[in-house]
């Protein structure tokens, strides 16, 4: 992390696809004192003109970031409060100034994570109380999380994102060919698909995780697509259990972002269990 002043903030601008390697800017002398804190993108957005914006100026939260999280319109789909709040809070993203919220909303969820929680590391440290209960005894455990050493997968610089291709085991068989198919291909997922499965996430965390997958889905073997749109998220209704888990880690472990993963064990009951970053302390200092 970096902070830069307003002059380095002009004079920067994007990576096009086609460049060589962008030589870092020399360290900015302090003219205005700091206009934001820069960041370097996992993935990176990418413009009509298929240049890819991958240096993000992000400043900290304000009383106005904290009525944007309290409000009752928010409370009910985390993805639209993220979108809000990265549109609030990006000053610059490679050579676009003041991003829109639809730009924050087209922006893979990889890079919004990324960016909510270096949002928080700026405004109030990299320090975080998270609490974490146990699935099997209820035993609850607070840690300090000390999220500048959450690791971070970036592509490649000027890397174009690929489409992420899953070979499954045991495949999707479809009654109507009589065919089993094995390949997958995929989007990463962005902040419209968040947005788009919040209301089914919320009556049922397994249905959203299929219904995000359906959206990201773009061929599923030689399926004509026309099928696949009617077989929606149902298809990930099919799949096994080993091949669901295929899919959800080629999108989500094996891809770049930030690891929201924990291992944790349990100070009551001694078993080992996952969680992701309890983000319920975003806005409290530690
Ligand atoms: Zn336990």
């Known amino acids: 992390m970096r902070i830069l002043d307003r002059k380095e903030i002009e004079v920067e601008a994007a990576t096009t696809i086609e460049a060589p390697e962008v ?13 934001g804190f820069e960041f370097e993108l996992p993935i990176g ?3 009509e003109d298929g240049r890819v914006h991958r240096t993000a100026v992000l400043r900290k939260m304000t009383g106005k970031d904290e009525a944007i999280m309290a409000d009752r319109r928010n409370r009910n789909s985390a993805a639209r ?18 991003p829109t919220p639809q730009l924050a909303q087209s922006l893979y969820s990889a890079d919004r994570y990324f960016l909510l929680i270096k949002l928080r590391e700026i405004t ?13 005894c209820k035993e609850s455990q607070t840690l300090n999380e000390d999220l500048s050493q959450v ?3 970036r ?40 947005e788009r499965v919040t209301a089914v996430t919320r009556e049922n965390p397994s249905f959203g995780k299929n219904a995000l997958m359906a959206r990201c889905l773009i ?20 799949l096994t259990l080993g091949d669901r888990a295929r899919v959800d ?35 409290t200092p530690s």
């Open 23 to 35: 030589e870092a800017p020399p360290e900015p002398p302090a003219l205005r004192g700091p206009a």
């Open 45 to 47: 957005y990418i413009d």
């Open 81 to 98: 409060m993220i979108t809000e709040l990265l549109a609030s809070c990006i000053v610059r993203l490679g050579a676009i100034e003041r």
């Open 124 to 136: 109030f440290g990299p320090d975080m109380e998270a609490n974490y209960s146990c699935p099997t």
């Open 151 to 153: 690791p971070v997968q």
């Open 155 to 194: 592509l490649e610089d000027s890397a174009v994102p690929d489409d992420v291709v899953v070979e499954l085991d045991d495949g999707f068989f479809d009654r109507t060919s009589g065919e089993t198919y094995y390949t997958a291909r995929f989007h990463h997922p962005t902040g419209v698909d968040e």
């Open 219 to 238: 061929e599923f073997g030689a399926i004509p697509k026309a099928r696949l749109e009617a077989l929606g998220s149902g298809i990930f209704n099919e």
């Open 249 to 283: 880690a080629a999108l989500n472990e094996n891809a770049p972002g930030v690891d929201m993963r924990r291992e944790l064990t349990c100070s009551g009951c001694g078993r080992r269990f996952q969680a992701t970053i309890d983000l319920s302390n975003f806005l």
